[in-house]
């Protein structure tokens, strides 16, 4: 019987038998299979053990039934999670509760590629109880992934009011060193309430993205207020964020920019006039205008000309001859499938 059971091994999905029956929750299964000596951390599907699964589901019986059985509460499954990573990022508080008091460690950094603290995971689910106990258990918030993300940013990101408790233990200093501020995260989310908690607590709202990270949007975004609409500080990026939030027709997210200070005047650098580019998108909408002239539009740019009366085109302009043209149109109908040029 014994041999038998220690011999059950992996089955052709790569699942252990003890893995089977905590997925099926079979309490008594599992139980028998560790009084005849299953071996409680056979590896099965993405290296995890039969604890990692128990952990995920939030299953307590389970955890402890093994944990009393021997099971190591800091084995690492293929993307480096112990079982504590994943409970804290299911958000199974008392399964993290049991492991620490187990002796599960809460210090594992990211040794690799993908890999993440467990603090950080335990940000995806946002549950301040378990970040809490983390933090009380000796975790670090300021340990940062292979991108440069801090747990911080990914709370902010998910719209989770846990970012109060994170405040005020990230330091100034690894943020600065991310190169992102969590009110990038919290407007990339299009989340207002976490954008004015990080405002509250003194985060620059002027913090621009360093060029590594911003080298990852076509965009070339750099503020967190541009974020906010696809994201800006006003009147720092390419597209205004005011410009975006015409376009989106989000009347909340621009009453937000107005307040923080964005420019009602805009207009981008590419047009050839000074008339305000948010307009093209506000004269078709009554409520949308009304906001804008109720916050200092100033209706006269719309009749100001740079060039007066002279000629709107450079002198030294050269202008679409033949050959441009027929170039131009042959790429943009290329049968290769290629990504053609934009005029």
């Known amino acids: 019987m014994t041999r038998g059971i220690r011999n059950a091994g992996i089955d052709h999905f790569h699942v252990s038998s003890l893995q089977t029956a905590i997925k099926n929750d079979r309490y008594d299964l599992a139980s028998l299979l560790l009084r005849y000596n299953a071996a409680v951390d056979q590896k099965g599907s993405l290296q995890r053990t039969a604890l990692h699964e128990a952990s995920l589901l939030g299953l307590e019986d389970y955890v402890y039934l093994l944990l009393q059985s021997g099971a190591n509460p800091n084995v690492c499954d293929s993307s480096e999670h112990t079982p504590l990573a994943l409970a804290a990022q299911a958000g199974h ?121 911003r080298r990852n949007y076509d965009d070339e975004r750099r503020s967190a207020l541009y974020f906010t609409v696809a994201g800006a500080m006003p009147n720092q990026d390419p597209v205004s964020c005011l410009q975006l939030g015409h376009a989106r027709g989000n009347y909340e997210l621009i009453s937000t920019l107005l307040r923080y200070g964005a420019n009602v005047n805009y207009y981008s650098r590419v047009n050839t006039t000074h008339f305000p580019s948010a307009l093209q998108n506000a004269l078709k909408d009554e409520v949308m205008l009304r906001m804008l002239l109720n916050n200092g539009y100033d209706v006269r740019r719309c009749f100001d000309c740079p060039y007066g009366q002279g000629s709107h085109v450079p002198p030294d302009f050269e202008g679409w001859s033949a050959s441009v043209i027929k170039d131009v149109v042959v790429r943009r109908l290329s049968p290769t499938g290629a990504a053609t040029d934009s005029i």
């Open 93 to 213: 508080l008392n399964v993290v509760e049991i492991l620490l008091e187990k002796g599960a460690s809460v210090l594992s950094k990211p040794q690799s590629p993908g890999s993440t603290s467990v603090l950080f995971e335990a940000a995806a689910s946002g549950n301040p109880d378990i970040i809490s106990v983390l933090l009380e258990y000796g975790a670090d918030p300021n340990t940062p992934t292979h991108t440069g993300h801090l747990p911080i940013h990914r709370v902010a990101y998910r719209g989770h009011l846990a970012l109060e408790r994170l405040i005020p233990v990230t330091k100034k200093e690894a943020i600065k060193e991310s190169g992102m501020s969590p009110l990038h995260s919290a407007a990339a989310g299009g989340h207002s309430q976490c954008l004015e908690r990080c405002w509250h607590a003194g985060f620059d709202p002027n913090f621009m993205l360093h060029p590594r990270v």
